[in-house]
């Protein structure tokens, strides 16, 4: 026991080896699987035969890939052990860490813009360069309190959030209030929908029609071919008649349950 290294330091260098594996698991082990996977059943209005293409070779990899992250996590802390990291061990943590990050940026460098409905589809949405500055600068102010958090100028900051953690249901507000903020840009009503750009007027109404077929004494599978959702439609269909079946309702009704969750 007394050789298993820290957790913190687990972390870091069996990242590299977990990556291979993961690679491995794509190349090799994907290929030879996927014929597991479940073929859709549903036969497709012949107008809707144009836009499929099932692919259980990337659904598999997509699978696997999810899979990864919680169970290396897993892995390292049952691996690891509780004690602070080595000083010796720092550099080749930071050579990951800086190789991480080189990675990360040969990405973003590397990344194209795929066609879909429109030319530039992905241009100003994948990984805007103001989203880069914004995370690098919340990184670095992040990373510059946390050096300072021992020090006096962060006195007040401290009793502050000893105060809040003296009464849970400030925090729980705070969380509340702040995630609300997060997810108002997904509300709209039936007069701005059409005018909110690329996707809210295809995508939303996409999604909505599950909800109005309900509502109009449709069956998900049986006289009805769901796009985005199976049993949530049974719940919340009956009550759209309520509010005159309005956008405006189904939007605040679907960012109320992302806010629960």
Do not use: K
Request: hydrophobic share 55%.
């Amino acid at each position: 026991m007394a050789s298993r290294r820290s957790v913190e330091d687990l972390a870091w260098l069996a990242l590299a080896p977990a990556a291979l594996l993961l690679w491995a698991a794509l190349s090799w082990l994907a290929p030879r699987v996927y014929g597991a996977y479940p073929d859709p059943s549903i036969v497709l209005f012949p107008e809707w035969s144009a836009l499929t293409n099932p692919e259980p070779l990337e659904d598999t990899r997509f699978l696997l890939t999810i899979a990864a992250a919680p169970l290396y996590a897993v892995l390292v802390g049952a691996i690891g052990r509780a004690q602070p990291p080595r000083r010796r061990l720092d550099p080749a943590v930071i050579a990951v860490q800086l190789a991480v990050v080189g990675f990360a940026v040969w990405c973003v460098a590397a990344q194209r813009s795929v066609p879909q409905i429109y030319e530039d589809y992905f241009d100003p949405t994948l990984v805007p360069l103001g989203d880069l500055i914004a995370g690098a600068a919340i990184g670095a102010g992040l990373v510059a309190g946390a050096l300072a958090w021992d020090g006096g100028r962060l006195a007040g900051v401290r009793r502050a959030l000893g105060r809040i953690e003296a009464h849970p249901r400030w925090a729980f507000a705070a969380a509340a209030g702040l995630t609300a903020l997060w997810l108002l840009p997904g509300v709209f009503t039936d007069s701005n929908v059409g005018v909110a750009g690329i996707n809210p007027p295809g995508h939303i109404a996409l999604q909505f029609e599950d909800y109005l077929a309900v509502a109009n004494g449709r069956t998900p599978l049986a006289d009805l071919i769901t796009t985005y959702a199976s049993v949530l439609p049974l719940a919340i269909g009956p009550l759209l008649p309520l509010f005159d079946s309005s956008m405006t309702f189904f939007t605040l009704l679907m960012t109320a349950l992302s806010l629960i969750a």
